[in-house]
């Protein structure tokens, strides 16, 4: 079956409308192939504006469904996707070219969030406060706060909407999604079972989910739209630089979870096996295309002749292949521009001395595809290129003497997303992770840069936007706080000890 027949197979077994995904004029092109698997059409400016009055007036019944009724929702999308977990996998497969069983995490990760948020939904926790004012009692609450626009990148195409997704409709808000103009198929699909769930549930307002498929022109409405209080953004920091302000112009909140060069540390006493499987899937995984993909590396000098030697010979040993007929480790590049990205890259780093090992295009059988074996590049200097975030499996390493030396050279890029550190010293361990360590919104000890659980907050600073979405307290930026101040008492006592007597 050619990979266009297939993917109508899937979509249909999912139930997504056909017309949707073969009468546009925007041609879908499979990066594992190179050829057209679907057309999509865009949505005008007036349709988004449209669908986001839609989506605010299915907020006005949604934010008065108990909370936990809303995670009953959720719940039922955590078994929709258990049941599609291996037709959307697939689809990742053929839509963003990772391999089985990265396109089944990403759905396990999706599962993982609904389960999360359904929990939550019965712990929207506001705090109650100590008054200074006899017979007063103050508190919080947490409420809904409106329609959330998620605006989602090509690599993770499907998680990313569903951690903003799970959390939002617990919370009580509705959801106008565009996705990454080069992942529409996943998308008709996620909306495809998220209406499984709403149609099981019974009465869920019409309008909780809308999918617009567009260019920028559909960003650039969901982003000014007054209707729309927050924006949940994933992609470049050069998109992040113009939708933050934009968004706060309308004094809009953004969630945004932009760029990483994300860093890695081998100590002297690093457990050298554990390092190289880590640093391998951290920085080959998913071709080098998450945000968390390990980019940099800086090596002990007492151990670096022994460690990138094997490093090395893991770059050149991986199997570079079609994700949907091989089980190399390494699929295709998302499309020419990231191959260019790729190569250039590489030629900036050798103009600054480094030495590259892998990088080359790879014959997989596609002439119009785009596969690359895995660079690493020893670099004398950490500058320029190595400052950058190139989204491809660019790996640059480091010889470094001195830890805090180290440190300072991981925190010396603008982004600020995944960090991590082998090391069995305790000392170098807490040192890393102090206020005083990594700068990252996350840092890790003896595991590798990618490859987050959704427990936790995800998001990172600086260039990365300062963002957190998927677990912890993340759900607290969709929702508006109201503090409360109740007086049951029969005086009217003003704080700050302040007295306005009126005669
Ligand atoms: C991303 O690349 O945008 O931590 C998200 C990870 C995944 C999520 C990546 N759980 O690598």
């Excluded at 993917?7 to 017309?19: E, F, K, Y």
């Excluded at 590396?297 to 670096?304: A, E, N």
């Amino acid at each position: 079956m050619s990979v266009k027949a297939e993917i109508a197979d899937i979509l249909t077994r999912l139930g997504v409308n056909s017309a949707s995904y073969t009468s546009g004029s925007t041609k879908i092109i499979s990066p594992v192939t190179g050829e057209e698997i679907a057309s999509v059409a865009d949505v005008s400016a007036a349709d988004t504006s449209a669908a986001i009055d839609k989506a605010h007036e299915a907020f006005k019944v949604w934010r008065n469904v108990p909370a936990p009724r809303r995670g009953e929702l959720v719940r039922l999308l955590g078994e929709e996707l258990r049941a599609a977990k291996e037709d959307l996998g697939r689809i990742i497969s053929i839509e963003v070219g990772k391999i089985t069983s990265e396109g089944l995490g990403e759905i396990q990760e999706m599962i993982d969030i609904c389960d999360f948020a359904t929990g939550l939904s019965r712990q929207l926790y506001g705090l109650t406060i100590a008054t200074e004012r006899p017979g007063h009692r103050m508190m919080e609450q947490w409420h809904p706060v409106g329609v959330v626009g998620v605006i989602s990148a090509f690599n993770f195409p499907a998680a990313v909407w569903s951690w903003n997704a799970a959390l939002a409709l617990v919370c009580g808000d509705t959801v106008v999604w565009k996705p990454s103009e080069k992942t529409p198929l996943i998308s008709l699909a996620c909306a495809a079972v998220f209406e499984k769930a709403a149609a099981r549930f019974g009465d869920a307002p019409d309008g909780l989910l809308t999918l617009l498929i567009g260019d920028r022109a559909v960003g650039e409405v969901l982003v000014d739209h007054p209707k729309v209080p927050v924006i949940s953004a994933t992609g470049s920091t050069r998109m992040g630089r113009e939708v933050g302000p934009r968004v706060a112009a309308r004094f809009g909140r953004s969630i945004l979870e932009l760029g990483g060069n994300n860093a890695g540390i081998v100590c002297p006493s690093a457990d050298q096996d554990m390092a190289l499987a880590a640093i391998a899937f951290g920085a080959m995984g998913t071709a080098g295309q998450r945000c968390t993909s390990q980019r940099r590396t800086f090596v002990h000098d007492s151990i670096y002749d022994e460690f990138v030697p094997r490093l090395k010979a893991a770059y050149k040993s991986v199997t570079v292949g079609s994700p949907l007929t091989t089980d190399a480790l390494v699929g295709p590049l998302i499309d020419a521009r990231a191959s260019d990205a790729m190569e250039r890259a590489l030629e900036q780093a050798k103009a600054l001395g480094g030495t590259v090992t892998g990088g080359e295009k790879i014959d997989a059988g596609y002439p119009n595809a785009h596969y690359r074996r895995p660079a690493i590049v020893e670099m004398p200097v950490h500058a320029g290129i190595v400052c950058e975030e190139t989204f491809a499996p660019v790996l640059f390493v480091m010889r470094y003497t001195d830890l805090d030396d180290a440190i300072e050279k991981q925190n010396a890029v603008g982004a600020g997303l995944s960090s991590t550190i082998f090391t069995l010293d305790m000392r170098e361990a807490e040192q890393f992770l102090s206020v005083a360590g990594s700068d990252c919104g996350i840092a890790n000890v003896n595991i590798g840069t990618s490859g987050a659980e959704i427990g936790g907050a995800f998001g990172g600073e600086k260039e990365t936007g300062g963002g957190r979405e998927s677990g912890s307290d993340a759900w607290k930026a969709y929702m508006r706080r109201a503090t409360n101040t109740i007086n049951y008492s029969r005086e009217l006592p003003l704080a700050q000890g302040v007295s306005f007597d009126i005669a």
